[in-house]
């Protein structure tokens, strides 16, 4: 096995096969997934901060087996930040927070392509800092229905004085997050608040959108999962690698590109690959960095 | 390190007083499993039943009561088994320093380990150091979640431990299974001596595991990618949309997005 030691911000980190091709049918290896991760670190770094890590393993690469893995690795380095968690059902547990680009090379020399995070931060569990809208089209329905979903989802919370971000999954769906960033806001009121939204959506929609989660009801329509909204689910961070064929981010899109491509009729054109979400991200600075500062109050709760 | 524990307070004898949070020392690795009804795959609820009445019992309609004989109970409420519970503890107050050899292992009931929280880490580095030479521990009472606690304090793998300790009432007397001494040949003696002498090693834990576990994890593994897992059925759904201001909002705005567009 390869090794190479490198230091980062004074901190030795030692890693390991670097040539392993790890997207075998489009050539992404080790070396370059770190690369990826490194460049864009300024961009996700702030996403990742102080929420307890769920890696996505993929020691023999996207077409093999992957594990999650919440508990942070016993394994960690010293410096590795970590918090102590109390789920709700379950036992207390040890987590990684990648809180610096030491510890983000860390866990991607575990091959830990995919980063879940959740909505809330290890030091408040119980306020999630942005309600989400997670898009999932079922079968015979893509991205372009998930996109005028987004876009009827964005008109309706913007009457309701609630501005909206817009992500790619990187896989077929789109994300909404909602910024909120009050602590006083609870699970309890996103899960209300965003139940009644996907409902009256499917009620106005329903050919195109539903909120039952089994596959039967989701053909060729888009899934609105509310559900998300909950403190034991975790989301793929914005700006995370997925783990397809091809090296796809999870990508920030403005509103107003999303009404040009949903035109396009191209599915694949809302996609961003490794090296253009890099690019876009040097230049457009954090698109998704309102879900972090923007302070919103849910309305009617 | 952020940590956090199950309870945060402060370790104090004389005039020590050590900020410390607690946290778990082990982790049953037990794979549990859910119990399922096997027609839809619904996972099922225990209720309380009541024979009597052939009916499932809603819980403000259940109470408490102690068995002293067939069919006698002693009604116990809330509030009078309140009033001889003790407040929780703000500090693991110290009552005495024993001997940790003196413990028999019998007494131990569950390992925490005791973190230093900002502030304490001095302090807490001198306890466990002196502590760690001497093989001393710090006895004290603990109220955590109901119960109050015997617990002692002692260093273990360079930290702080903290033992709840079984109260003695609990230990059962070996009186009764204790076996009568028999006579026993000196020769018979030295000749387990040896065997033990040859079977000795370090103590090794890590060469052991739950071969059960393991097993169980692999079966789960292979199951995964043979077979598709069992979906439940969706809970029924609440009633309604949701509250009823949220929903006439939602209602008049998406008459104006459906106009608009």
């Not at chain 2, 439940?232 to 759904?237: G, K, L, S, Y």
Request: glycine share 4%; charged share 30%.
């Amino acid at each position: 096995m390869s090794r190479k030691v490198v230091e980062i911000a004074g901190r030795r980190l030692s890693l390991s096969n670097l040539e392993k091709d790890l997207y075998p049918s489009y050539g992404f290896t080790k070396a370059h997934i770190l690369e990826y991760y490194r460049r864009i670190a300024p961009f996700i770094l702030p996403h990742l901060r102080d929420r307890a890590l769920t890696l996505k393993r993929y020691p023999e690469g996207v077409e093999k087996d992957f594990f999650f893995e919440k508990r942070c690795p016993s394994h960690r380095p010293e410096w590795a930040k970590t918090a102590e968690v109390i789920p709700d059902e379950g036992e207390q547990m040890t987590v990684c927070l990648v809180n610096d680009l030491e510890t983000l090379m860390w866990v991607e020399n575990l091959a830990s392509l995919e980063l879940h995070v959740p909505l809330a931060r290890t030091g408040s569990p119980e306020t999630p800092d942005s309600m989400v809208f997670d898009l999932d089209p079922g079968d015979q329905a893509n991205i372009l229905d998930c996109a005028r979903v987004a876009l009827i989802l964005r008109d309706l919370l913007s009457r309701l004085r609630l501005a909206s971000c817009l992500k790619t999954s990187g896989k077929k769906g789109l994300h909404v997050y909602v910024p909120l960033n009050r602590k006083e806001t609870t699970f309890e009121d996103t899960k209300k608040f965003s139940r009644a939204v996907a409902k009256i959506m499917q009620n106005n929609y329903p050919d195109l959108v539903t909120v039952k989660m089994a596959k039967e009801y989701r053909k060729a329509k888009v899934f609105i999962n509310w559900s998300q909204n909950d403190s034991s689910k975790t989301m793929v961070c914005v700006y995370s690698l997925r783990a397809r064929e091809k090296p796809v981010v999870s990508f920030p899109l403005a509103w107003r590109e999303l009404e040009n491509l949903a035109g396009k009729g191209d599915p694949e054109k809302l996609q961003v690959m490794h090296s253009e979400a890099v690019r876009r991200a040097k230049k457009q600075g954090d698109l998704f960095r309102e879900v972090l500062v923007k302070k919103q109050r849910l309305p009617h709760l | 390190m952020a940590v956090q524990g199950i309870w945060s307070g402060t370790i104090s004898f004389s005039l020590v007083a050590i900020p410390v949070q607690l946290v778990k020392a082990v982790e049953p690795g037990r794979v549990s499993f859910r119990m399922l009804h096997s027609k839809d795959y619904s996972p099922l609820r225990r209720r309380m039943f009541c024979p009597e009445e052939d009916r499932v019992v809603p819980p403000d309609e259940i109470i408490r009561g102690y068995e002293i004989g067939p069919d006698k109970y002693l009604v116990i409420t809330d509030e009078e088994l309140e009033s001889v519970s003790s407040a929780r503890s703000r500090t693991i107050e110290i009552l005495e320093f024993i001997d940790m050899k003196e413990v028999d292992s019998i007494y131990y009931d569950h390992p925490y380990y005791l973190v230093p929280s900002k502030g304490g880490e001095k302090a807490y580095q001198l306890l466990l150091e002196v502590m760690r030479r001497t093989h001393k521990a710090g006895l004290a009472k603990f109220v955590l979640g109901e119960r109050e606690y015997l617990v002692a304090v002692k260093s273990t793998e360079g930290a702080l431990a903290l033992i709840t300790l079984h109260y003695s009432e609990e230990i059962l007397p070996a009186g009764d299974i204790t076996p009568k001494r028999e006579k026993i040949d000196a020769e018979d003696k030295v000749r387990i001596r040896k065997d033990i002498k040859k079977m000795m090693a370090d103590f090794n834990p890590g060469k052991y595991a739950d071969e059960r576990r393991k097993k169980i994890v692999a079966l789960l593994k292979r199951k995964v990618k043979e077979k598709a897992p069992v979906e439940a059925p969706e809970a029924e759904e609440e009633e309604g949309e949701g509250p009823a201001d949220l929903v006439a909002a939602l209602k008049e705005s998406m008459g104006k997005v459906k106009k608009s567009r």
